[in-house]
């Protein structure tokens, strides 16, 4: 045997036994829409896939690729991250559903997790929060601190999640201000600090004094405190920007999920789920209430949190009529989740129409 | 529908400073153009200004340096283009290409450790006076200074490229290289001249984005300015009064579209997100009627042996 073949033996033989050792690991891939440090939407995600690693420390390898493009681009990236060997692929966006129910069908072994989606199959689950849940107590610090009257919403496309939101935050707004009225802007994108900026810019123009954003990216934050008007976080604390603009924050909190799942697949007791939680187990957070809103609107947002986490109230209970004037719910009849999953109407009182 | 909430006043200012950035890319690529090279590597140059002022501004805490670490970041790039189309011959398309591709990436990587942090911030001058004039006050005096800065480079471009000898030089080399170069001029050297200022524009464009416009730092946040800086320069067909225009029509559209969507306008939003590359083709069309040529030597490779 000569040389080079003992050689080329002992490389392909060290090769495997790499791959061996690789094989002992857990590897759970993360699929971003955006940057790591959007500060925002993937951040948090990242977090999440951070306190996997930190929670099993040498039995899970992370494998992350961010900005990846929702269509034909996403695909590829998850198919990249099946071939590479992932066990569980974490599909981030809403705009990645069919990318992943199609990769799906070509990797049975492979589990796979898409965020904020509908469509399941037998290795694909699917997982959101219920965001409304936080909107809603948003809406209600944004009705009491509006002086004059126009609450600015920055939107990024209009599916169910995002009209769910604009339709919660509205009701409680209007419900502790009856002369509330939103300004809607469509930007078609979750992450463009630009554009996010010329739409928050262009909402104060026109008179609001209070910015909620279902955008990424904290430029809308830096818009407002040049204005001086008040502002949410979105999807992350945005704690740099408190006391003001930002007055409090949703924060979506996805690390015991993640580590939940990733325990299910090392133990192989992981099942197609469908999972949809709120402020109760703590997959929705409020951000601490900056002293820049008043106590007592204070108290009563917290008094809010604790109804909803305790199931004594929910964000749509009815008497509630949908913008045509149409009834929807009746006193004291709270909406169903299919409803709510599928809403593509807004509530009675809010102007505009929903781009179709 | 509501358009008495849109104020025209701070409509026309917030268009000039969403115009600003590919107001300042545009112009310098321009004079790269008029001086016979096609960098198409704007976008990178841009974004490579972003991170370098960024950064610069926010360990010096002044974004006046950081704007100078731009325009230096921008040129130093540029530079790398200059290297190889003129020193090295290389295609010019593809070098380009590859600058954006570069830039890119460079400035991901110089990003690391930059996301989530506030710039220090770029004081608008508030002219006594003139900016409480009605309506023109908040219009025209009361910007930051990068504003009045690619403002004044407008004019300065239009003056020196037209009624200055340099300017001749720099088109005689943009229209005829062999005949230029027969008259004695140094092509490669003032190529090389007009790439790094068109770099330095760039890198302007890009930091004020990332310092004022934004402003904070995110990786590809320039999201195709510079593409849009090139097509302007074709658009404006290589003069710097149009360059203007057309930033200012480009710019204007796109904030008059968000708030015509704020105004609750019931025009479908798909339509009014496109609006502004619609209206620049049509510009295009009705533009291309003047009979003003591109520069006749653009993007050919020039040898002192031809």
């Known amino acids: 045997m000569s040389l080079t073949r003992i050689l080329a033996s002992a490389v392909v033989a060290l090769g495997m036994a790499g791959a061996a050792v690789a094989e002992d690991k857990t590897k759970v891939g993360f699929i971003y829409v955006g ?58 966006s809403f705009g990645y559903m069919d990318s992943t129910i199609n990769v799906a069908s070509k990797f049975p072994d492979v589990k796979f997790e898409h965020a904020t989606g509908f469509k399941t199959a037998d290795n ?40 769910r939101g604009i339709n919660a935050a509205y009701i409680h707004a209007k419900a502790v201000n009856p002369d509330v009225e939103f300004k809607v802007i469509w930007v078609y994108t979750w992450f463009d600090p630009p554009k996010e900026a010329d739409a928050a810019t262009a909402l104060i123009d026109q008179g609001a004094d209070v910015i909620l954003q279902h955008t990424d990216s904290t430029a809308p934050q830096a818009a407002a405190e040049k204005a001086g008007v008040i502002s949410f976080g979105q999807a992350s604390d945005m704690s740099e920007y408190a006391p003001l603009p930002r007055v409090s924050s949703i924060i979506d909190n996805w690390a015991p999920y993640y580590v ?15 999972t949809w939680d709120g402020i109760a187990p703590g997959m929705v957070e409020i951000g601490a209430i900056s002293e820049a809103v008043p106590a007592e609107i204070k108290a009563e947002a917290l008094a809010m949190k604790d109804l909803i986490a305790s199931g004594q109230y929910h964000p749509f209970t009815g008497p509630l009529n949908k913008q045509d004037g149409t009834p929807w719910l009746a006193e004291g009849e709270v909406a169903d989740d299919g409803t709510l999953l599928g809403m593509d109407f807004y509530v009675e009182g809010l102007t505009a129409e929903i781009p179709q | 529908m509501d358009l008495s909430s849109i104020n025209p006043t701070l409509l026309l200012a917030s268009l000039i400073v969403a115009s600003t950035p590919i107001l300042l890319a545009a112009l310098g690529e321009l004079v790269v153009e008029r001086a016979g090279v096609l960098n198409l590597g704007v976008e990178g140059m841009m974004i490579t200004g972003a991170i370098c002022g960024f950064a610069i501004a926010v360990n010096t805490g002044s974004p006046f340096v950081g704007f100078i670490a731009a325009a230096l970041g921008g040129a130093a790039l ?85 009624r200055t000898r340099a300017g001749l030089i720099l ?85 008059l579209q968000l708030n015509l969507q704020a105004a609750g306008v019931a025009i479908p939003v798909e339509y009014l997100s496109m609006s502004p590359y619609l209206i620049t083709i049509l510009v295009l069309v009705i533009m291309s009627a003047d009979k003003s040529r591109a520069p006749g030597s653009l993007g050919r490779t020039f040898h002192a042996s031809d």
């Open chain 1, 260 to 274: 939940a799942r990733t325990q299910a697949v090392i133990d192989g007791s992981w099942e197609s789920t469908e």
């Open chain 2, 171 to 255: 088109r005689a080399v943009g229209e005829n290289h062999g005949a230029a170069h027969a008259l004695g001029y140094k092509v490669i050297r003032i190529r090389i001249l007009a790439i790094l200022f068109g770099g330095a524009c760039a890198g302007l464009g890009g930091a004020y984005l990332s310092l004022v416009r934004v402003p904070q730092w995110t990786e590809g946040m320039t999201a195709g300015s510079g593409w849009i800086a090139l097509a302007l320069v074709v658009f404006a067909s290589w003069k710097a009064g149009r360059v203007l225009l057309g930033a200012w029509l480009f710019g204007g559209i796109s904030v």
């Open chain 2, 78 to 162: 540029a530079f790398l283009f200059a290297i190889l189309t003129q020193f090295a011959l290389a295609n010019q398309v593809a070098s380009g290409l590859a600058l954006t591709l570069f830039g890119l990436g460079l400035s991901a990587l110089l990003g690391q450790g930059y996301q989530g942090l506030k710039p220090p911030p770029t004081s608008d001058i508030d002219i006594p006076i003139l900016s409480d004039l009605p309506i023109l006050g908040p219009v025209l005096f009361s910007h930051d200074p990068m504003v009045y800065l690619a403002l004044s480079l407008v004019a300065a471009v239009w003056f020196v490229l037209n």
């Open chain 1, 124 to 163: 694909v689950s699917v997982y959101s929060a219920r965001f409304y849940e936080g909107r809603a107590i948003q809406g209600h610090i944004a009705g009491k601190m509006t002086k004059s009257n126009v609450i600015g919403y920055i939107a990024s496309f209009p599916i169910p999640e995002v009209i």
């Open chain 1, 35 to 92: 940057p790591i440090g959007d500060g925002g939407w993937t951040y948090e995600h990242d977090q999440g896939r951070l306190a996997v690693e930190e929670h099993f420390g040498d039995k899970v390898e992370t494998v992350f690729q961010e900005s990846v493009p929702e269509g034909a681009d996403a695909e590829r990236a998850i198919t990249q991250m099946a071939l590479q060997g992932a066990d569980l692929i974490f599909t981030t």
